[in-house]
């Protein structure tokens, strides 16, 4: 069991940034792969970047590559999402979650655990 809490969203201007933080509970933690994942209004659920346990590998949707990049502490339980270059249709709620398996062959899929949220608003 694992439980997961983002912090760090707010309102930020178009072509600024957020650092987005997810802390978890327990010593598996390290051996997750873990996932960030957005909610707009009005939408499905989409994947947004991953990174596996040892941060070896990392993994993003094309709509954010190049702008936003997925990092791990693993001595601090905590996995960071770093966004630049924000654009409006980044305006979503964001969540972090935990796959068990620790670099599974397609990281959009398979978490067994989620935070609550946390809401990024860019405004144009």
């Known amino acids: 069991q694992v439980q997961l809490v983002e912090s760090g969203g707010g309102l930020v201007q178009a072509g600024g940034s957020l650092k987005l933080s997810c802390s978890a509970s327990?010593?598996?933690?390290?051996?997750?792969?873990i996932g960030w994942f957005r909610q707009a209004p009005g939408r499905e659920r989409d994947f947004v970047a991953a990174?596996?346990?040892?941060?070896?590998?990392?993994y993003y949707a094309d709509s954010v590559k190049g702008r936003f990049t997925i990092s791990r502490d693993n001595a601090k339980n905590t996995v960071y999402l770093q966004m630049n270059s924000l654009k409006s249709e980044d305006t979503a709620v964001y969540y972090c979650?935990?796959?068990?398996?620790?670099?599974?062959?397609?990281?959009?899929?398979?978490?067994?655990?989620w935070g609550q949220g946390t809401q990024v608003t860019v405004s144009s």
């Open positions: 979650a935990a796959n068990t398996d620790y670099d599974p062959p397609d990281p959009r899929y398979d978490y067994d655990y």
């Open positions: 327990g010593r598996a933690f390290t051996t997750y792969t």
């Open positions: 990174i596996n346990w040892s941060g070896g590998n990392t």
